[in-house]
């Protein structure tokens, strides 16, 4: 059996929980998020233990599989709704910056023009400063993937660093040519 599977999700006390079929809601203070889980494995909620407990249907290798995915992403959605997930992104470059423009990010990455990225729903973006980007929300895969998107525009290059990077990322430079007398 999964060791990550069998282990009950334990649900706050602020945390709202309706199972109806195959989806899960989930509810809490930094909002609402929900998620349809495959018919391989059975999500239950006992009311008196404040916890949730994912059982497999079948020993299929799929089924062994999903069953541990599945208790991560119930405890990602609870985390979601209570904590919130952020990840920050910082730019480097001369001229390099970003702003938020009502529903769009614009960014301004060495390109002849600005760049926009639609901001998509349950996802906010803060701009504490022109070369610090911070992406929230309640959702994990829509926070990462935003994140991701905006590094895509203009990833760190290994010469000079230039470019838009994750906050803890290293980026490890290459050394240029080495200009010498040729013997």
Do not use: C, W
Not at 85 to 103: M, P, T
Not at 120 to 141: A, F, H, S
Request: no cysteine; net charge positive.
């Amino acid at each position: 059996m999964s060791r990550i599977g069998k282990k009950p999700v334990p649900v706050p006390q602020k945390v709202k929980i309706s199972i109806s079929g195959g989806t899960v809601s989930i509810e809490g203070p930094k909002g609402k998020i929900a998620r349809d889980f495959r018919p391989e494995v059975e999500v239950k909620y006992a009311e008196s233990t404040k916890a949730i407990q994912v059982n497999r249907r079948s020993d299929e290798p799929f089924a062994r599989a999903y069953h541990g995915t599945t208790r991560a992403h119930l405890a990602n959605m609870i985390k979601g709704v209570t904590d919130g997930f952020e990840r920050a992104l910082s730019i480097v470059g001369v001229g390099y910056n970003a702003k938020v423009q009502g529903k769009k990010l614009s960014l301004q990455v060495g390109f002849s023009h600005p760049y926009d990225l639609q901001i998509p729903e349950g996802v906010v973006i803060e701009v504490p400063q022109p070369t610090r980007i911070v992406v929230k929300g309640v959702d994990k895969q829509k926070v990462g993937e935003f994140a991701a998107r905006v590094r895509k525009v203009r990833p760190p290059e290994p010469y000079k660093g230039k470019g838009i990077r994750y906050e803890d990322e290293r980026v490890i430079k290459k050394a240029g040519k080495a200009f010498g007398s040729a013997e």
